[in-house]
């Protein structure tokens, strides 16, 4: 049996660096994850981090600060010059963010210099906000702040920091430099919102205490701010589409869809030490998981009060995650022991009765688990490690989708998964038609036609589709193919009806027929989808998109015309056709969620009986 003191000690270990910016404190004494850059003219003769009072009579203190001498590098001087400071970081389209950052200009001789420094906010090269210091000598220091606001047009990634100039050479460049530029405390925080519209939210409750939404299928988290609760373990949407918490040993719960959010109300005591939460059908049911025979207690939670009501136990286990969904006959809620047993568990939140699923197949894991059903039926899992899962709620099999990265950095220290909307932003097509798209007119026949794509890293599979162009229905059925492009060995293959799910393209003309598959796990490289053509032969062009990590060949893909067959589509022509796409849909259920019985286990009678 495993020890649960070493994910308790995490807890007490886990850094409180900001994690808004990589090493946005430059508390790791370095320029770790920034990128220095000299302007057309400019250097720095001294870049460093060191010990720095970045507010000198503030009450900051000393704490490591980036340091340059800045200016322009030969004479004559082209206006301000020196260097840009930057770093790549994930933001979404529409929310609109706000940067800042503190800053010194000193300088060792009583002499003035006219031009201390000048500091500006940049967002991909643009000016988002300034200040500059000015007549600048050991008498007269300057201290300030910038700070300023920028709203990103689309999900991406956008280069963010500041340019530090100024329009003279340096003073004693070359080993005697007397005036010095210094920068600390890079923030970065979401404006006027709180988690609005699909996502998924965790807080790094054994981290930095901020609540991040995560896109669940890159893993890319976007800092939202600071929780007040400094113990947030279970996490679920709620009414009105809010954001709520509920601590393991604080006995709080919040309300934290603005951060840093406010307390609604004490629980009282829960039980245990580690907390789930999930808001199904009116009621917001949390889990309180204790080492031992004690188990994990299941009650509700009054979201108007924040009074717990315990209402079953489950002895023996120990999950610190619920997800509750209708069953057979009543809420059924799903456990994850990701402690001792490393299985997914079924329960009767009324009874606390519990039937082992199965084993999650990872292995001796040792971590903490956020649970959440996507709409659709999908359950989705966050580990304390930053490891993003699906798990079969029939088997309890745990498939890999992503790690959690904050600035390109893999971070742990999770607790809590709550998913708002549908599929939770978990879903994408590698291939898709974009805004600009229009209709393609080609002839029908026996052959396959499709669309040839490059993964830039590993991405998980389990859907396939054909595009309606028109947008009122297909016709008839379409057979739908995955090859590896250089082995051209068929990974999969499903058959897409008129009566399949149907999805919106990304730019809206027309919509997708898609099939489930079983999952796979593509490695990074090329592969082809393609599917039989049969009547419906028209094609959206000559606007094709893809989400970030795809690079879509240039042209179509397809077999001999007109009788070539459901084949590796070996043949390139030139028309940017889209007629067949695969991806991975969070927000959709599998092709059959088996009804168990309450006492089904594998093997034994009504295990597995369909719906």
């Not at 994850?33 to 970045?54: F, H, K, L, R």
């Not at 606001?149 to 050479?169: D, E, L």
């Not at 999930?278 to 080492?291: I, V």
């Not at 120990?318 to 997914?344: C, M, Y």
Request: with cysteine; hydrophobic share 40%.
């Amino acid at each position: 049996m495993k020890s649960i003191t070493a994910v308790l000690a995490v807890a007490a270990l886990a850094g409180t660096a900001s994690a808004q910016f990589t090493n946005g404190d430059f508390e790791t004494g370095t320029f770790a994850g920034w990128t220095i850059a000299n302007t057309p003219n400019g250097t720095a003769s001294v870049q460093n981090v060191e010990m720095w009072d970045i507010d000198g009579p503030g009450p900051l203190g000393t704490n490591f600060a980036a340091n340059f001498s800045v200016g322009n590098a030969v004479a004559p001087n082209q206006g301000p010059q020196g260097i840009e400071l930057t770093q790549p970081l994930s933001l979404m389209g529409g929310t609109t963010y706000t940067f800042s950052f503190d800053w010194s200009a000193t300088r060792t001789s009583t002499t003035t210099n006219s031009e201390g420094g000048i500091f500006e906010l940049i967002v991909d090269g643009a000016v988002i906000a300034s200040a500059a210091a000015g007549a600048t000598s050991s008498t007269a220091p300057h201290y300030g702040s910038v700070s300023g606001a920028f709203t990103p047009g689309a999900n991406g990634s956008y280069s963010v920091g500041v340019r530090i100039t100024r329009p003279f050479t340096i003073p004693g460049v070359g080993g005697a430099e007397t005036l010095f530029q210094h920068v600390d405390n890079f923030d970065q925080m979401p404006v006027g919102g709180g988690p609005v519209g699909p996502g998924a939210y965790s807080v790094q409750s054994n981290g930095d205490d901020h609540l991040y939404r995560i896109d669940l299928m890159t893993g890319v988290a976007t800092d939202m701010g600071l929780v007040g609760l400094n113990d947030a373990e279970g996490l679920s949407d709620g009414p009105g589409g809010g954001l709520f918490a509920v601590g393991g040993t604080v006995e709080e719960f919040w309300d934290i869809s603005s951060p840093p959010g406010s307390l609604v109300g004490a629980t009282g005591p829960l039980g245990g030490i580690d907390s789930g939460l999930d808001f199904h059908n009116g009621s917001m049911w949390y889990a309180s998981a204790d080492s031992g025979a004690a188990g994990t207690n299941i009650g509700r939670i009054n979201v108007a009060t924040g009074a717990a009501t315990l209402v079953s136990n489950a002895p023996g286990v120990f999950f610190d995650n619920l997800a509750a969904r209708d069953g057979v006959g009543g809420p059924e809620a799903f456990g994850v022991d990701g402690i001792f047993t490393d299985s997914l568990y079924r329960v009767n939140p009324t009874t606390g009765a519990t039937t082992l699923v199965g084993n999650l197949g990872l292995g001796d894991i040792s971590v903490q688990v956020g649970t959440s059903f996507g709409p659709a039926g999908r359950l989705i899992a966050l580990f304390s490690d930053g490891n993003i899962y699906t798990i079969d709620t029939t088997t309890g099999a745990a498939t890999f989708v992503a790690q959690v990265t904050v600035g390109g950095v893999p971070t742990s220290g999770w607790e809590g998964l709550a998913i708002i909307g549908p599929g939770g932003g978990m879903s994408e097509l590698f291939v898709d038609a974009g805004a600009a798209s229009t209709s393609q007119v080609f002839s029908g026949g026996n052959y396959v036609a499709g669309t040839e794509f490059t993964l830039s890293t590993a991405k998980l599979c389990n859907v396939l589709g054909y595009i309606d162009v028109e947008g009122d229905g297909l016709a008839e059925s379409h057979q739908i193919g995955l090859w590896d492009a250089n082995t051209q060995a068929l990974l999969a293959q499903v058959t897409v009806t008129p009566g399949s799910q149907t999805a919106p393209t990304a730019g809206g003309v027309g919509q997708w027929f898609l099939e489930d598959i079983s999952p796979i796990n593509l490695p990074a490289g090329t592969y082809r989808v393609a599917g039989i053509v049969g009547n419906e032969a028209n094609a959206l062009s000559n606007d094709k998109v893809s989400p970030a990590g795809i690079t879509l060949s240039s042209g179509y893909v397809r077999t001999d015309f007109p009788s070539g067959g459901f084949a590796f589509p070996n043949l390139s022509f030139g028309s940017e056709a889209v007629r067949s796409t695969a991806g991975f849909l969070g927000g959709m259920p599998p092709a059959c969620e088996p009804d168990l019985t309450t006492g089904a286990i594998p093997g034994q009678p009504g295990f597995g009986v369909p719906n």
